[in-house]
């Protein structure tokens, strides 16, 4: 089942139909590195055919936390049983072969199968982790799923072809919710223009308040001459702007122009403070 992640997410989904498949697992481990997986994207369906080992204390130790999918797991003895009831089967496969069959990739593969999955089980297949599916498995197939991974380096670990594929699973299934709901549930957040961040955008007025704050302070310190200003407020401008500052983040930054001023002040006071040629120069060296 594809459980929310996020607030406000349909609870229902025909993804309680798809069923992963694992075909004579040799490593417990592996099991439930798949069952972790699958609960990291959403899915509890999982069939284990002829499994060397499980349940065991190796299956549950990998599954950090995905127990629930490994309780409900179901135990058979063939590939039959596993698909008897299913109205589509895709196997993932590696290897080329002498009679060429329908090969799509993962995000193909799982459009195909959110499809069908209204219209029954739909069989996810995986096979031995030293040699995957057999021909004779791989026949029982409608489609080959191959991830397309390094030519050179191309042997997956089992539960990372399963997370593969179900991670497609969970973006198919996130982008019918934006579909459905108009909603950014898989946009970006990088600034306050964006939905999300938790504190408004600065207004034109506030940022400008700023950048009038900033020069005061930078000509009180003998940085910057208004009389001379060369490219700095220009170069500062464009700095800050870029940066797109919320209006808590404008607010601090006036908190730390006012403590400057204020520090600058005080210094100004003292009787022992630079004279000012000192100052002058330093301005000049630093001066944009």
Partial sequence: MLKPALPGEATQSNYDQIRIVLVETTHSGNIGAVARAMKNMGLSNLWLVKPKSFPDEASYARSSGASDVLDNARVVDTLDEALSDCVLVMGTSARGRKVPWPVIPPNQAVETAAEHSAKGTVALVFGRESNGLSNDELQRC?????????????????????????????????????????????????????EGWDVPLGTVEEVEGFFGHLEATLEAIAFHRRDNPRQLMTRLRRLFQRAQMDQMEVNILRGVLS??????????????NLSGGESQHSQDQNHV
């Fill in 142 to 194: 409608h489609y080959h799923i191959h991830i397309p991974s390094n030519p050179d380096y191309s042997s997956l670990n089992l539960a990372m072809a399963v997370q593969v594929v179900c991670y497609e699973l969970r973006m198919h299934y996130l982008r019918g919710l934006e579909e459905r709901e108009s909603r950014p549930y898989l946009g970006a957040m990088t600034s306050p223009s964006d």
């Fill in 259 to 272: 403590a400057v001023q204020k520090s600058a002040k005080s210094v100004g006071d003292e009787p022992d």
